[in-house]
């Protein structure tokens, strides 16, 4: 049987929410150098991907991704404040899982 997971999601405000997928996309675009290859990357359509970055830059006072465009490929980067955004998230995810750990483990052995 799977190890049951913690599922970690911010709600700030309405349609401000940070989660594991925006999270996992800003890693993949710090990887990559591009929104379109972090996408690929992640089994995602780039409008999709471009919808969330719009999302999570407009959700902070800071950019969290700034982009090239007019290049050939585009080019997108994860600024400091972004890095920021996905260290701290990490953090509170593993801090979560810690808390967690005995709760977590009780329930586990009452699965079916």
Known sequence: MPEPT???R???AEGCRL?????ALLEA????????????DLGM?????????ESLNAMFIEPVVTTAPGR???GAAVTAFGTTVIDAFRRME?????????????LRHQLK
Do not use: C, N, Q, V
Not at 19 to 23: A, F, L, M, N, V
Not at 32 to 38: K, T
């Open 19 to 23: 989660g594991p997928g925006k999270i």
């Open 6 to 8: 913690l599922f970690l």
């Open 10 to 12: 911010i709600d700030f």
């Open 94 to 106: 593993d801090l979560s899982r810690a808390a967690l750990d005995t709760e977590m483990a009780t």
């Open 29 to 40: 675009i710090a990887r990559h150098g591009s929104i379109a290859a972090a996408a690929r």
């Open 72 to 74: 050939r490929d585009g």
């Open 45 to 53: 359509g780039y409008r999709t991907a471009w919808l969330l970055i």
